[in-house]
Nanobody, 118 residues
Framework: VQLQASGGGLVKAGGSLRLSCAVS????????MAWFRQAPGKEREFVSS????????AYADSVKDRFTISRDNAKKTMYLQMNSLKPEDTAVYYC????????????WGQGTLVTVSS
């Protein structure tokens, strides 16, 4: 599995961004996909995940009701729609994948920087 994240940028507080993660792989239905982020000087943290099939989602409390994770099976792309962005959302965002049932995320994208100005 190869992952390619994109869509980061600079946005003002209260604004929106949509991140994309293009996925290569033959049987995506077996995978759980996720977004993580790492802010400067902080540890990487879980943001959101989606089980490719049937589309079950999960969110960190800090982003619930502001971020929406989704996937497009035809485009083999996962998205993270981020609304009502806050300066504390500033981080490098990574997409990751694991086979359903695994204990760790084995595949990671290269990261995309999101900067939210106040």
């Amino acid at each position: 599995v190869q992952l390619q994240a994109s869509g980061g940028g600079l946005v003002k507080a209260g604004g929106s961004l949509r991140l994309s993660c293009a996925v290569s792989g033959r049987t995506l239905a077996r995978y759980i996909m996720a977004w993580f982020r790492q802010a400067p000087g902080k540890e990487r943290e879980f943001v959101s995940s989606i089980r490719w099939s049937p589309g079950t989602t999960a969110y960190a409390d800090s982003v619930k009701d502001r971020f929406t994770i989704s996937r497009d099976n035809a485009k083999k792309t996962m998205y993270l729609q981020m609304n009502s962005l806050k300066p504390e959302d500033t981080a490098v965002y990574y997409c990751a994948a694991q086979v359903h049932g695994a204990t760790t995320y084995a595949w990671w994208g290269q990261g995309t920087l999101v900067t939210v100005s106040s």
